[in-house]
Structure formats: structure tokens, C-alpha cells
């Protein structure tokens, strides 16, 4: 199918929710229907790329990405993050739960599109997806669930790679991301690919506006996450679960499960991806929000 419009970027917006102030940009016509596009741990917006908002968006939707909280643009909290002890124990005491993640984005959803939009999460924007869908299913049209997991002990990250949340920050934040994503990402990086992470990482530093702590209190909300299956049962929205076959950090199981748990999920496991999002894998991933917002449309 050839897509004939050139979608418009929008600038840089700020909505409150509540006491956080978020960060966002939207893309294509504001007729069309809403996707909201949520990240994943310590990762702002700039993550889900241009390329990839501007293809979704000429598919016909209104593509809105935005920093979570503690991230980018939006508010910055204060308080503890996590212990490697923590960590590894499973034990953490949260400033702000994932439940409250949730909660931005819908109250994002509620003032940018209050007729609804499609929620698609990755990694730890899957979780927040999920609780979205669950906190404000009246906001919800349709979930994709990308990497993720319900949060009942499935998708634990393998051994080896616990060691990718405990290691000090590099001198290097640029080249020190390439090195983790060489670890963590899909079979056949190439170094196209990591140019790719390099521009991302200088465009998300320069938007920066915390002390790089944010990511530490998102991982406490992370571990103390709450499992979700009866809860993702009872959703009634069209959903699409995708995940990568050689996933490390989040594997795949925890997709398997996902999926299990909500009625009519559709399930793709991609062979070769890693916990990254690839351009290879986004014509897969844009072909999945098109095909599972249609089913919501169809209802």
C-alpha cells in the first residue's frame, strides 16, 4: 500500500497531569485517530524515532510520543532509587508506583484525545500500557504490548544480563549505550545500527533536563511491580503482544503470558530480536498498531 501524505511533526508541548508536568510531540493530522506511544526505563521520547513516528502517522493515525515522568522533558522527582541489593532481592520502596505511570498517561490521553487513543508500550512502557489499559479502559481503544510482561513472575531477565542494571555510568554515555545495546539487542546489529543508537543518545542528552537519577527511581517501580493477569483478563480492547524471540532482559515467556492473560490477544514472537527496537522490526511492529486498531475500529 503507498501512503501519498507527508505527515506534520508538531513542536515540543507540555501538559500537566496531576502534579507531573509531561512532554510531548505529536505527529500527522489531530483528525485522525490517537496513538500514544509510551517508552521504556530511562528512555525519553526521542527513543521512538522520527522515522518510525512518521511512518506510523502516514498509516493514518495521530502519533503522540512523550517523556515519562522523571525523564526528558517532563518533571523531575527526588528521592531514593534502588539498592543493587534491592535489585537483586526483588525488594524496593518506590517514590511512585507503575499504577502512577499509568495514570499520566492517561490523563495525557484524557486532555490531548479525550475520544480515546491506541496505547502501544515498549519494555517498561509495556507495563505502563498495561495498567493504562486497566486504570482507564474508558481511554483505551486498542493495546500493543511490545516486550513486556503481566508482572506474575514470568519474563525474568536472564542471569547474564543482570549485571546491564547494576553497572556504573560510563565515561562515555554515548558509546557506553552502543556497547549495551550491542549486548541486550537483536541478532545483526550493524554499525548503521549503532549510528542510530549514537544520534538518539547526543538528541536525548541535549533534551535532558534531570540529573540522571529518574532512571534509578523507575527501576524501583519496576521490581515492585504488581502482576496483573486477573486484572489484564478482564480487558476488553483489541490487543497485540510483541516481542523478541531472543529477548534477554524480558524473555519471551513473559510475552507468552501477556498474551495468555487477555482475551483475543494476538501474539508475535519475532526471531532474532532482541530488547531493542530495530528498523528492521518496525515495518512488523507498524503492520501490528495498523492491523490491531483496525479491530477496534471494526467494533
Known sequence: MVY????????????DVGAV??????????????VLLVMGLGL?????????????????????RFDNRDV??????SGPGISAWGFLTRRARPVYTLADMADDAGGLIARIAPGGAHVVGASLGASIAQETAIRH????RSLVSVMGRPGDGTGRTAPRMVPEFLRPPPPDPVEGMVRSFRRIGSAGRTAGDDEDVRVTVRRALAR?????????????????ERDRTADLAALRCPALVLHGAADRIIRPDGGRATA???????????AGMGHDLPRWVWPQLLDGIARTAARAHAR
Not at 508536568?21 to 490517537?34: K, M, N, V
Not at 535532558?208 to 515492585?224: C, K, P
Not at 495468555?260 to 519475532?270: F, Q, R
Open 72 to 77: 526528558g522533558r517532563s518533571t523531575h522527582l
Open 4 to 15: 501519498d501524505r507527508t505527515p506534520a511533526v508538531e513542536p515540543e508541548e507540555y501538559t
Open 44 to 64: 525519553s521520547m526521542d527513543w521512538w524515532r522520527d522515522g518510525f513516528c512518521t511512518g506510523l502517522a502516514g498509516r493514518g493515525f495521530h502519533v503522540v
Open 137 to 140: 479502559p474508558g481511554l483505551v
Open 208 to 224: 535532558e533536563t534531570g540529573d540522571g537519577s529518574g532512571a534509578g527511581r523507575q527501576l524501583a517501580a519496576i521490581v515492585a
Open 260 to 270: 495468555a492473560a487477555i482475551p483475543g490477544a494476538e501474539l508475535v514472537e519475532v
Open 21 to 34: 508536568r509531561l512532554c510531548h510531540q505529536s505527529f500527522g493530522d489531530p483528525a485522525d485517530p490517537a
